[in-house]
Every structure is written in structure tokens, then in C-alpha cells.
């Protein structure tokens, strides 16, 4: 049956409000969009249009199926809402949709200058010809509306913690289905997570928080410098919710719950997780906290950047006029071999037991997990580049090898936790182990670089 709309009519926003128990049309454009709840078939939004400063009004869908909610494409698309109930639900006035009643919707996109064709509506929507009017004025007017709402606080990356929710406004850098029905989303605000305790004795940490590092042609699409979080995504609302979502998006991301597993810092949605629209003028003002200097010309790395990370002394290396990069400019650097100075943190060394450190004919052979705030990699140290760095040429000194594991892990045993690693400066290259594959075989390896006298 179609909806008599005759005596229809949209009311602003503001005047929402103002009309408890009663059924009105609306037109908004979305700011939030909150999880559906697979539980009671509901999901929530938040809408504004640009006679209305404050925080937007919640509407509230109800429906027989998932699949009859509103499928947001885009935070900032267009709604329009017909004979919605305006209701109290939590102490807070919502405007209620419940595919039940007499209510019903379309979405539209909210690009100024797209067609007219809603790309969702519920089947007793009617489109009439005066709503093109409506919907391409609201397209026009929030090019300039600025959506403000004073309950958000947003977290740099550098300042999350543990344990704790936080919002935050980042950039979408990659989307990926990694593991069966697990989804993660690559974020990042131009920032570096602070650095982990580590509190694993035994077990080898993991180089990223995903099953498998992503291949180089993907690396290469990263930021190569601040650090970028992992989102975990595997309930079936927040898949639904994600679909709106592409890399190079700017979005802010309400109530995450931050965590730390391994060593690695990772986020997960929670039932109060909503999506906020950015207007573009907040895009062109998203700048990252570390930008990047001058390129320069060497044989070490011609993206090097001037920058000067710190470090703590313990290390020195023969090439101190060589540029500091950040693991991620190695890992994506456009040539198989190269050579690196970089300041990292030793994670975690194999073999820990420093008896096992020499093989059978008296060479150091040791594998080393380093960690900056843009990635972790395996390097390797090897030969005479282990008794420069060790500054031995046997294992007879077992106490003085012990010592210096310790100082370089960050504990006074290397079996002990926590462990907080110093960061120190080391330099790397890159080689290949097999021709016809060189880019699957790459590694990294320690040279001229040693531990110093404490």
C-alpha cells in the first residue's frame, strides 16, 4: 500500500524536538552512525540539518529483519524519514522509525550534485517531485555547515591507554578480510602509540597483530611514519557497520576499547561504538604530528627524512652521518638491497640462552625482533658482525655477553618481566637469499654496529 502523503511536510531538526509524541517528517544529514544490534533487529543514527548547532537528533530504527535496517554508505549521506514517532528512549529525545507502523526512509547520497535516485528506501517510501528541491538545498547548505558536538573528546594515539575507551580521529589507510570472518581496520592520526612493556618470557612475539605481515604492494599504500593501529572486526553488526567505510576516509570513530596483546596495541568496537561525519574543512585541517623534511640523496636512502630521533646511548654505529629512517621506510623501500640507520628497540632475541649464541664453528649467529613505532621486522647478526657488536671474538666472557643482552632487552635478566627495551640506534641492510625470488626472500641483517661500555 502506498503512503498518503498529501499534507506532507519536512520539520526542522530543531523543532524535532519540541514535538514529543507526535509523527513528523524529517530530512537530515547522517553525523553518527552506531552499530545494529543483531539481538532486536535495531541499529541508531544521528542526523542534523543547517538550521540545527547542536549535537543532532537520535533516530532509532526497529525492524522485522537486518536486512530491512538502513544500510549507511556513507557517514554524511542523506535521510529522509516519514512519519517517524518523536519519543523519549533513555532520557534523551529520539525520533523513532519502526518498520512495523507506519514509518519509512531512503537514503540518499550526500554529495552535492548526485542524482536524485535513493540508493536504500523502505517499501513504503514515495518519492515526489518537490523532494528533489529539499534534498539538493541540504546537499548545498552543509558544503558550509560545521557540526560541533561538545560531548566528544578525541585521543591522539600517542596518548591511548590501555584498558580504557577513547574517540578517535583518524584517517583509513587499509580494510582487509585477514582471517576467515575477521576483519581489521588500518587506522592512523600522524602519531606513534606509545611503546609496550613487554611481558611475554617465552614465546616468540609476532611481528604485526594480524595472522600474516600484508605484502609489500600494500605496505606500500602506509604512512612510513607515526603508527598505525589495528581494529578488530569480527561480530556481524560491526561487518555491516564497516561497509561504509574506504581507505582514505577521514573518520572518527567513537568508544573504542584500546588493548595491548604481545607487545602490540590494538583496538576493538563496543556496543556503544558510533561512526561521526568529518565535514571537509575538518579534512584539509587533519595534519599529522611529524611531517615529513627534506628527501635526500644517498646511497643509504633516498627517501630518508631529516629527523633525529632519540636514543639511548647504549648502541653505536660506524655511520653517524647516515639519515635515521623508520622500519616502514625499509620494509617498503623500492630496492631489494639497501642500507639503513634506524633507532629501534630490541623486543626479544633468539636464542635467548647465550651459550647457544655460537655455532659449531665459533661464529655468533642471533635473530632479533626490532620494533619502532611504524612496524616490526626479523634482522639477523652474523659473524664478524656479532663480535663487533658483542665486542668478543669468543664465548669464554659469558657474564659480559649476559650483561649486554640485558642492557640491549631492557631488563636486568632476560628472562625476566616486565621488560621495557631501551631504544637504540642500529644499522641495517637488506639482501635476498634466492635470485628468482627476490623479493619473497628478502631479510634484513646488523653491520657496523656495537653495543657500547656502560
Not at 533516530?59 to 549507511?72: E, M, N, Q, Y
Request: charged share 25%; aromatic share 10%; glycine share 6%.
Amino acid at each position: 500500500m502506498e503512503e498518503i502523503r498529501d499534507d506532507y511536510k519536512f520539520l526542522r531538526i530543531q523543532d524535532a524536538f519540541k514535538a514529543l509524541h507526535l509523527h513528523v517528517n524529517l530530512i537530515g544529514v547522517i553525523v553518527e552512525l552506531g552499530l545494529s544490534n543483531g539481538s532486536d533487529c535495531s541499529c541508531t543514527l544521528k542526523i542534523v540539518d543547517p538550521w540545527h548547532s547542536g549535537s543532532g537528533l537520535p533516530v532509532k530504527f526497529v525492524a522485522r529483519t537486518i536486512g530491512a535496517l538502513p544500510r549507511v554508505e556513507s557517514v554524511g549521506d542523506i535521510i529522509f524519514l516519514s512519519r517517524v514517532k518523536i519519543v523519549l528512549i533513555n532520557r534523551k529525545v529520539t525520533a523513532l522509525c519502526n518498520e512495523t507502523s507506519s514509518s519509512s526512509f531512503a537514503l540518499f547520497n550526500g554529495k552535492h550534485g548526485v542524482d536524485f535516485v535513493p540508493y536504500q528506501s523502505s517499501p513504503k517510501f514515495l518519492m515526489r517531485e518537490q523532494d528533489k528541491n529539499f534534498l539538493s538545498n541540504l546537499r548545498e547548505g552543509m558544503i558550509t555547515y560545521k557540526f560541533e558536538d561538545g560531548s566528544c573528546c578525541f585521543t591522539s594515539l600517542k596518548d591511548i591507554k590501555e584498558g580504557e575507551c577513547s574517540n578517535l580521529s583518524c584517517l583509513i589507510v587499509h580494510i582487509s578480510k585477514v582471517y576467515k570472518d575477521r576483519w581489521y581496520l588500518f587506522v592512523w592520526d600522524g602519531t606513534e602509540m606509545p611503546p609496550c612493556n613487554i611481558l611475554v618470557k617465552s614465546e616468540r612475539l609476532p611481528l604485526c597483530v594480524e595472522p600474516e605481515m600484508l605484502p609489500t604492494y600494500m605496505l606500500r599504500k602506509f604512512p612510513t611514519f607515526g603508527s598505525v593501529l589495528r581494529i578488530l572486526v569480527d561480530r556481524v553488526s560491526e561487518k555491516q557497520a564497516i561497509h561504509c567505510l574506504q581507505p582514505g576516509q577521514h573518520v572518527k570513530l567513537l568508544n573504542l576499547f584500546f588493548q595491548v596483546n604481545m607487545g602490540l596495541w590494538n583496538a576493538t568496537f563496543t556496543p556503544s561504538t558510533k561512526m561521526q561525519y568529518t565535514m571537509s574543512r575538518e579534512l584539509q585541517a587533519f595534519s599529522p604530528q611529524r611531517m615529513y623534511g627534506e628527501k635526500l640523496s644517498s646511497r643509504w636512502n633516498p627517501i630518508a627524512r631529516c629527523i633525529s630521533p632519540s636514543h639511548s646511548g647504549i648502541t653505536g654505529v660506524a655511520h653517524e652521518d647516515a639519515p635515521f629512517v623508520s622500519l616502514m621506510d625499509i620494509l617498503t623501500y623500492h630496492n631489494v638491497t639497501a642500507k639503513f640507520r634506524c633507532v629501534v628497540r630490541f623486543i626479544q632475541v633468539y636464542p635467548r640462552d647465550v651459550r647457544k649464541l655460537f655455532d659449531s664453528h665459533g661464529n655468533i649467529k642471533l635473530l632479533a625482533i626490532l620494533e619502532d613505532a611504524t612496524a616490526r621486522i626479523h634482522a639477523s647478526l652474523y659473524a664478524a658482525e656479532g663480535e663487533k657488536f658483542f665486542g668478543c671474538e669468543d664465548e669464554s666472557d659469558e657474564e659480559a655477553l649476559v650483561k649486554k643482552l640485558n642492557r640491549l632487552l631492557g631488563g636486568e635478566e632476560m628472562e625476566k618481566v616486565p621488560r621495557n627495551p631501551p631504544w637504540v640506534q642500529c644499522c641495517l641492510f637488506s639482501f635476498y637469499k634466492h635470485k628468482m625470488d627476490q623479493w619473497g626472500t628478502r631479510r634484513f641483517r646488523i653491520f657496523d654496529t656495537w653495543i657500547n661500555a656502560s
